[in-house]
Nanobody
Framework: QVQLDESGGGLVQAGGSLRLSCGFS????????MGWFRQAPGKEREFVAR????????LYADSAKGRFTISRDNGKNTVYLQMNSLKPEDTAIYYC????????????WGPGTQVTISS
């Protein structure tokens, strides 16, 4: 019954910024580590960022370090991805995901939101 729903995608020029949001419902949000993934056309899905249950610990892919910031608001049941200094290679469908146990799989996924960066 847990559902995730991304929003905030769109078309942005290179160098611009975008903030993605992911709403969580149907469960206890604070029990889940949350992650952001992306998939470009013709490419494999890749990890972007992760945040712990409390929000105290974060992990970023090398491509995201220094440009992207993951955060969460457990009172709003929402996880965010702030993306700055966007590049054309950031173009992808971005997915929100949840894992119910640390070291376990991300087995809950949203439908994705399209991010397109023009050069």
């Amino acid at each position: 019954q847990v559902q995730l729903d991304e929003s905030g995608g769109g078309l942005v020029q290179a160098g611009g910024s975008l903030r993605l949001s992911c709403g969580f419902s149907g469960g206890t949000f604070s029990r889940y580590d949350m992650g952001w993934f992306r998939q470009a056309p013709g490419k494999e899905r890749e990890f972007v960022a992760r945040i712990s249950r409390s929000g105290d610990n974060t992990l970023y892919a090398d491509s995201a370090k220094g440009r992207f910031t993951i955060s969460r608001d457990n009172g709003k049941n929402t996880v965010y991805l702030q993306m700055n200094s966007l590049k054309p290679e950031d173009t992808a469908i971005y997915y929100c995901a949840a894992r119910p146990r640390k070291s376990g799989p991300y087995d809950l996924w949203g439908p994705g939101t399209q991010v397109t960066i023009s050069s």
